[in-house]
């Protein structure tokens, strides 16, 4: 669902009311698409909402995670996703792509505008850090929310990451400094990729207000672990991606190697992945 509209759609205010919604009332699920067919085909397995990982996103149009696509390339993308699906989508910002307050308003209109119900900012300055410092980094969110506000869309749902443990550059007490810090600027969710730690989970959504987004990861605690944590919100980052690349270098791999076309075995039919695009 996209609008090519210089404001909001009726039907974009109200994905972004579901998206709330959606983590309000129950665990939110994510599984992260990447292009316009990873979409349609989480869609069709029965997603409430679409979240999209910037490093799949990245990797789909030839280019490293981090920051290298820009707002432009990430704004068309998230444009190609939201006009596959149905349901609210929440689109990976990265560092809003400019480190003022400014880069990050012209990335939440940029993206509103290509139908986003919902970004991620985070704070990571630079890919492993450092941090933007706490103010900044507020500052930054405050101009997400005032143009959003400025653009039609206070509904906006705004997922404030914090890369503290990601990068391994401080622990609780650091994330739960940002995380008053961003909900005071007026963040909506807090998401603490990198911290899977079930007791250390427990104690920030019990110390904060913010829903929390939590990443999960193979091998890591599962769907019902991180609720029973109190986690309200579950993506996957790149890991469908990966898995799906995997699957294509695995069937070339025997392709090129044996001859043989097992790997094929038990894949979407052609006609059931051609008509998630006919509509």
């Avoid at 869309?153 to 401080?170: H, I, K, Q, S």
């Avoid at 025997?254 to 076309?261: F, K, N, S, Y």
């Amino acid at each position: 669902m996209s609008t090519d509209a210089t404001r909001p759609t009726t039907e974009l205010r109200e994905h972004a009311l579901r998206l709330r919604e959606l983590v309000a009332d129950a665990v939110l699920v994510l599984p992260n698409a990447w292009d316009a067919g990873s979409a349609a085909v989480i869609a069709s397995a029965g997603a409430a909402a679409v979240a999209t990982t910037s490093g799949g996103v990245s990797w789909s149009l030839g280019r490293g995670d981090g920051q290298q696509l820009g707002r432009e390339d990430m704004a068309a993308a998230a444009r190609r996703i939201t006009a596959a699906v149905d349901l609210p989508v929440t689109v990976d910002a990265e560092g809003g792509y400019g480190p003022k307050p400014a880069d990050v308003a012209d990335t939440v209109r940029a993206l509103i505008a290509a139908g986003a119900a919902g970004v991620n900012l985070e704070d990571s300055a630079a890919p492993g850090g450092p941090l933007f410092p706490v103010a900044e980094q507020a500052a930054r969110l405050r101009a997400a929310r005032e143009a959003a506000a400025g653009a039609g869309l206070p509904e906006l749902v705004v997922n404030a990451r914090t890369d503290v443990f990601l990068f391994g550059l401080g622990g609780l007490d650091d994330v739960l400094v940002r995380a008053e810090a961003y909900a005071e600027a007026g963040a909506d969710g807090l998401f603490v990729p990198g911290l899977l730690d079930l007791d250390v989970l427990a104690r920030l959504t019990a110390a904060t207000p913010l829903p929390v987004n939590a990443m999960a990861v193979a091998g890591g605690p599962g769907v019902a672990e991180l609720a029973a944590a109190g986690v309200k919100r579950i993506s996957v980052g790149t890991g469908l991606a990966q898995v799906a690349y995997t699957a294509a270098r695995r069937a070339a791999a025997e392709l090129l190697g044996t001859g043989t076309l097992a790997e094929l075995d038990g894949s979407l039919g052609f006609g059931e992945l051609d008509a998630l695009y006919r509509h």
